[in-house]
T-cell receptor
Framework: EPEVTQTPSHQVTQMGQEVILRCVPI?????FYWYRQILGQKVEFLVS????????KSEIFDDQFSVERPDGSNFTLKIRSTKLEDSAMYFC?????????????FGAGSRLTVL | GESVGLHLPTLSVQEGDNSIINCAYS??????FIWYKQESGKGPQFIID?????DKRQGQRVTVLLNKTVKHLSLQIAATQPGDSAVYFC?????????????FGSGTRLLVRP
């Protein structure tokens, strides 16, 4: 069964450092997403991406965050200057379409720990 | 504002019993709902979905019920097994201008006692 693949599985970084989280969505999917989950809390929407541009972003997704699809297969989330509160699981997801009835397939997540 | 929430944070059931996980949503305009299962160390996995023009949908051992009048969603798991132990999230697909985003509830942990 096709999977969404995320790397790294766990990253530890110092506050103020830049972090890039990588995702390989399912190959025939056209819509890509990042969500995050702070330990013990619910999964929160960060950003959606289609046709090489952001289609929607949440209040969490401020100027410190950016997304990119650099080579047609990878989808990356960059945090420019990490803060302690950025520590969370970050999930990438993809879907075939962006309709109101589309199912997102999630990756296993990247755990980010900011010290 | 829009929100999706769960009534019970933890549910403990005996193996073989049926489980019912509940969810309340507040955005009456939402027309598509999904239940996801999250096992420890993994991402959310799709279980079952339902459109707002339905009030019940059945899958293999799982049934989702939708009551639009009271904005309530439930997931029923028949003959619960140890492998069903996980956190379950309901989610609604919320329309934002020209796109949609999936909004998750806070999750219910299901513990299956052997």
């Amino acid at each position: 069964e096709p999977e969404v693949t995320q790397t790294p599985s766990h990253q530890v970084t110092q506050m103020g450092q830049e972090v890039i989280l990588r995702c390989v969505p399912i190959s025939n999917h056209l819509y890509f997403y990042w969500y995050r989950q702070i330990l013990g809390q619910k999964v929160e929407f960060l950003v959606s991406f289609y046709n090489n541009e952001i289609s929607e972003k949440s209040e969490i997704f401020d100027d410190q965050f950016s997304v990119e699809r650099p080579d047609g297969s990878n989808f990356t989330l960059k945090i420019r200057s990490t803060k302690l509160e950025d520590s969370a699981m970050y999930f990438c997801a993809s879907s075939t379409d962006g309709s109101g009835a589309n199912v997102l397939t999630f990756g296993a997540g990247s755990r980010l720990t900011v010290l | 504002g829009e929100s999706v929430g769960l009534h019970l944070p933890t549910l403990s059931v005996q193996e073989g019993d049926n489980s019912i996980i509940n969810c309340a949503y507040s955005n009456s305009a939402s027309d598509y709902f999904i239940w996801y299962k999250q096992e420890s160390g993994k991402g959310p996995q799709f279980i079952i979905d339902i459109r707002s023009n339905m009030d019940k949908r059945q899958g293999q051992r799982v049934t989702v019920l939708l009551n639009k009048t009271v904005k309530h969603l439930s997931l029923q798991i028949a003959a619960t097994q140890p492998g069903d132990s996980a956190v379950y999230f309901c989610a609604e697909n919320s329309r934002m201008d020209s796109s949609y985003k999936l909004i998750f509830g806070s999750g219910t942990r299901l513990l299956v006692r052997p």
